[in-house]
């Protein structure tokens, strides 16, 4: 049995299943709210290791840490601003990216391009050692 000859079985035509996908799924997402409070990331521990390298970045607790490519270490609330997608640090740009619609953020979540209408909710980043310090 085939897509076509299954998808007919079940009383669903292209139509109906176009239908059906969005009845739980073609709403905006909702926007998590940006946390505050302070958190350290130690940059020994393997799960932070792209943090060493210029352009890496890791999530922690809603919020994306990235090192620029010039060495400083900055950080803004992991989600974007219009629909809640997660967003990546473009370090060749030195901006951040949304990948649903294309809206960017600069190293210190103002918005470049749209449709996001909020900036994203910038963290302090220290570094003592091995540690960073983020704080927001
Ligand atoms: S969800 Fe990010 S631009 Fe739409």
Redesign the pocket.
Known sequence: MDRKEFLSQLGLDTAGLVLFGCMGGCKK?TVPAAPSGTWTLDLTNSANASLLTPGGYVYTNGIIVAQTKAGNYIAVSQY??????T?TFEAAANDFY?P????VFSTTGTITT???SSPLKQYTVTKTGNTLVITG
């Open positions: 997402d974007c601003t219009h629909e809640g997608v967003i949304c649903r619609h294309g809206s749209g449709p996001a």
